[in-house]
């Protein structure tokens, strides 16, 4: 008990070991995915702020050109209050300065773009008061005024903004009434998204590659476990074998000498001594038997095939249990298949067998059908017994396994290798309507 719990332990640590380090595999996967993809949206933004900014300055300096605004749907500046100071393309009219709040900017991704609107009224004064050299406060007004006045075409003819006063901390804070105190870009985005889409299936990807080569690893470990409980069976019964090979061997004369000394001491004795010694030669006898079908069980050897006319042979087979087996042969003439007749006889006697003594007192007798199905030749046994339990129908033919009290356990071990040595296949299943049905079959010459 202990050796099997421990080999259970043991085959169940490399399943459990594999899918400890795959579920982490996986983990680790969609968290590298997930991360990249967080990334990849961060780096958009960066570039998106960092375009709003190159095009902020770039209205200051001089007119729009097309290699300014690639990939560039609407771009525009507000003043504080909302009205617009320059548009580009699709770029709202006014701007909804309450809105906007004290947020320092707005990142939105569409489907085939993204939208960022940031407050940059401080930072665009401070870039305006380190522009050139640094002459005096009217000049750099001066200098703004004209830029806008000369962009106004370009740029959605818009008037140019009031000029800044003269000097004075006043004029400064006039100046900020139409300076740019809100950028709005929405920029095309083709491609982001299926980029973004295309880690998820690669990761998607990688996970049902992860889960298959589980799978597979837990089939080859199955395969592996049955294939060492083939080897571990095999190994039992090639020394249980051995072990009836001799044990068979060596009670055969003993038995032979114990019949032959029941049949002298009969002579001349006691009726009641005789009746004695009956029981002891038919007990010899039958043990004698279970020798010989050991032997005949553990006897290797290749079956001798030829061609057997299908019909002649089964109704010549049916013909030795007239009176104890219906047959209902439906095979049309010429039809041939290989096999060794003595071993296919031996089989199927052993069937038939079975069936008249599980269906001792039944209403209806055994019957023996056979048809042609697939290409193959198929004979089945039928009887109305109480057929095999549940839990017992994968044993049936396994060496000296039986459901009778003095069944030796080798008859449908010894079917199914004569059967399979005629290149066939047997198979057990319940009957409809009760009872056991077994059927044999074989290929077509």
């Known amino acids: ?102 947020a320092p900017s707005s990142f939105t991704l569409g489907e085939s773009s993204v939208v960022m609107i940031r407050s940059i009224g401080g930072e665009l004064l401070a870039r305006m008061n380190m522009m050139g050299p640094g002459g005096p406060a009217p000049e750099r007004g001066q ?18 903004p009031s000029p800044p006063p003269e000097s004075g901390e006043a004029g400064a804070d006039a100046m900020t ?15 982001f998204l ?51 090979r001799t044990i068979a061997h060596e009670i055969k004369n003993p038995l032979g000498v114990i019949r032959i000394q029941c049949g002298l001491l009969k002579r001349g004795a006691p009726e009641g001594i005789v009746a004695g010694l009956s029981i002891i030669d038919d007990e010899a006898l039958r043990l004698a038997a279970l020798a010989d079908r050991i032997r005949g069980f553990l006897k290797s050897g290749e079956a001798a095939a030829e061609r057997i006319d299908a019909r002649g042979y089964l109704a010549e087979f049916a013909a030795r249990y007239r009176g104890s087996l219906e047959s209902a042969v439906d095979v049309a003439d010429g039809v041939a298949t290989l096999a ?63 459901t009778k009290e003095r069944g030796s356990g080798l008859g449908l071990a010894l079917a199914k290798k004569n059967v399979e040595a005629c290149g066939g296949r047997i198979a057990y299943a319940d009957r409809p309507g009760g009872g056991a049905a077994f059927t044999v079959s074989l290929p077509l010459a």
């Open 1 to 102: 008990m202990r050796e099997r719990t421990r080999r259970r332990l043991g085959r169940l640590a490399l399943p459990l070991g594999a899918g400890a380090l795959m579920l982490a595999l996986t983990a680790s996967l969609w968290a590298l995915t997930l991360r990249e993809r967080a990334n990849r949206r961060l780096y958009l933004e960066y570039e998106v702020y960092k375009v709003v900014t190159a095009m902020t300055d770039l209205v200051r300096l001089r007119t729009l050109e097309a290699d300014d605004v690639a990939d560039v749907i609407g771009f525009g500046l507000y003043a504080a209050d909302g009205s617009a100071v320059s548009l580009y393309g699709d770029a709202p009219a006014s701007m909804d300065a309450t809105a906007m709040g004290y």
């Open 143 to 160: 200098r703004w005024r004209g830029q806008m006045q000369g962009r106004q075409g370009s740029l959605g003819g818009l008037p140019p």
């Open 177 to 191: 009434g139409r300076l740019p105190a809100i950028s709005y870009i929405e920029l095309s985005t083709q491609g």
């Open 194 to 244: 299926a980029e973004q889409r295309l880690f998820l299936l690669l990761a998607v990807a990688a996970t049902g590659a992860v889960a298959g080569l589980y799978l597979m690893l837990l089939a080859m470990n199955r395969g592996y476990a049955e294939a060492k409980d083939r080897e571990a069976r095999d190994r039992e019964l090639v020394e249980l074998g051995q072990a009836a």
């Open 340 to 402: 060794d007749p003595a071993r296919l006889t031996e089989a199927l006697d052993n069937l038939v067998s079975n069936a008249i003594d599980a269906g001792r007192g039944a209403a209806e007798p055994p019957r023996l059908e056979a048809s042609v199905r697939s290409r193959r030749l198929t004979i089945s046994v039928l009887d109305r017994g109480g057929g095999v339990p549940a839990d017992m129908a994968d044993r049936i033919f396994e060496p000296f396994f039986t």
